[in-house]
C-alpha cells in the first residue's frame, strides 16, 4: 500500500487559519489552571512527550515551555542543525568499524543535543521547563547525557535543561549523581509502581527522605495506550490492558509512603481530551497531576514530521496501532501497523522450531539456504509448511535465537546483512545485529542475530526524513485514531487544520 497514493493524504493542503471557537479554559479545577509544581516550577499540568527521532527537538520544546508548560526534547538522534525545519538529522559517518561508528555517534548526538537544548532554552524565554528525554537502551546514554548537561550548565548551579526523563530501561545510580551534580531533575518513565519501588531502592537510594530533590516528576507512561516503547512485563498480559487509573492510584500509594505526596505524577499514554480524565483532577487518590501528551503533539505545526505523517494521523482507525513485539531492544513497542510492520507479522509467522539431530517428534530432514549441509529437523507438519514457504519464494532459513527458523526472500536476507554491516551501535545491546556496547564482551551480545526484529535506527530516521511512510517505522499511541474524529482538526470549509503549539494547548485546556 502506497500512502502517496491514498485518496486524501495527499491531495489535502492544510489550512492555516482556524478561529479557535472553543470557550476558554473553564474546564480545569481553579488550582490547576493555575498550575502543578513540577520540575523545580509551577506550571500547567500539560507535558510535551518526547519524541525520537526527532520528531521532538529544540523547537517544539521551546513552543510547549513558552507556554508554561513542560517541552521536552529527544535525545535519540537530536539534529545537528537548524533549518529545513530540523528534519535532517542524518549523522554522517566515516569510520569502518562499528565500535568507532558508535564513538562517532555519541559525538554527534551531544553536538545535537547541545544545539537542541540551546535552542528550546532561548525559545522559552525563561517560561515552563525545558526537559530532555534520554532513553536508557540508547547507545552511549550516560556518556551523551554527561557530556549534554555540561554543555548546557549556566551559573550558580543551573542548567538550560531542568530535568532528564529518562525511559526504556531503568536509570542507573550514577545516571542520577550526574544528574544531581549538574542540578537537573532526573524524571523517571515508569510503567508500574512496582518499578517504582526498585528506583526508589536502586537509583535513589541516596536520596532517601528527600526523593523529591532529585525527582521532579513521576512519569506513568502506560504500557497498553502509549506511542512507543511499552514497559509491559512478564507479569503483564499485552492483550489484557489493565485500568490506568487503578495503577497510578496504587503508584500514588507508594509515592505516598516514601514522603513525595508533593511530586506529581505525569500520566502518559492515551490522553486525546482531557475532558476524558477529569476525575483524576482534584482527587486525593491520585495527589498532584499533569497530562502528557504524545501522538496528539506530532500534529502541530512545529512539529517536524513532514505533512503526509500528519494526514497519515488523521486517517487513522481503531486498532491500526498495535503492540508489538519487534523493536531490538526487547522491549514492547506502539506502532502503526503500515507495510514495515505488516511484513514482520508476517515473517515471524513463517517461523518453525527446528532441533540439530532427529527425533520421534521432528524427524524431517530439510536442507536449503541457511541451512548447514547436515540438515536440520523439523515435525512432518512444518516440513510442509517450508516446503511451501520456499515455493513462494522466501527461500532463505534464518536461524533466531529461539531455536527456530524464520524464512525471508533472497532480497531480505540481502537487506539483514546490508543492515548488519551498517549498524552503528545506536543501542547499548541490539537483538537484530548482537552489537552491545561493552568492550569487555568484545562488543557482541553473544546471541544469535534476530531476524525478526527491525532496525529501529534506519525505521525511525527514515520516518522523521519522510521517506516513503509506509515502510518506516510509525511509533504512535492506540488513541491516534481519535484525531480523525476531533473536529478541531478541520477549519470551517472542512480543510485540515493544524494547530501551532500555543493553540493546541489552548484548545487542551478547554478539555476538549
Ligand atoms: C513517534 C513517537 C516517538 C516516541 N519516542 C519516544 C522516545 O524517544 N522516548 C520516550 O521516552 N518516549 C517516546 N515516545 C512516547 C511519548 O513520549 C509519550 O509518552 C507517549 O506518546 C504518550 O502516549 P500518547 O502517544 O498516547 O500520547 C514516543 C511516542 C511517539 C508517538
Redesign the pocket.
Known sequence: MSLINEPGIEAEAISQNRPLQDQPFDFLPKELRKSVFIDGAWILPLI??????G??NGTTAGAWALENAGG?I???GASTTIGKNSRDISYTYSSLTRPERHEEMIKWSIKGCTLQVQIAHQAAQGRGRVRI???KMAGGSMHIMRGVLANTSLKDGANMIHAV????GLPSEEDAQICADEGVYLDP?ISSSMALKVLLKRTYRKWQGEFDKRIGAV?Y??PW?????NGITSRENPDEPQNPYDRVRELRTIMNQNGMENVAIVM?????HLRDWQNWLDNPEIGPIAF???????LTRECP?IDEWKHLLLSMNEGDVALNKFSPTGFYS?AYKNSMIRKLYERSERQVPYTLQANKEQSEQINGAGIPAKGFFVNPADKAKTKNWIEQGFTVAQRTPDKTLVFVSKQDDRELKRIKTDCVGCLSTCKLTTWSETPEKKFSTGRIPDPRVHCIREG?LG?IEGEDLDNQL???????YKAGDDPFYRDEHGNVFIPTVKQLIERLLTGN
Not at 502528557?292 to 506530532?298: A, P
Not at 510509525?474 to 491516534?480: E, K, Q, S, V
Request: glycine share 20%; hydrophobic share 45%; net charge negative.
Open positions: 510535551q512527550g518526547g519524541k525520537g527521532v520528531a521532538t521536552t529527544a535525545a535519540t528525554n534520554f532513553l526523563t529518562m525511559g526504556a518513565i512519569i507512561e502506560d495506550l502509549a506511542g512507543g516503547h502518559a499514554g492515551g490522553v486525546w502528557q501528551i504524545g501522538t496528539r503533539d506530532l514530521i506502539s525511525l520516518a510509525i511509533f504512535a499511541g492506540h488513541n491516534a
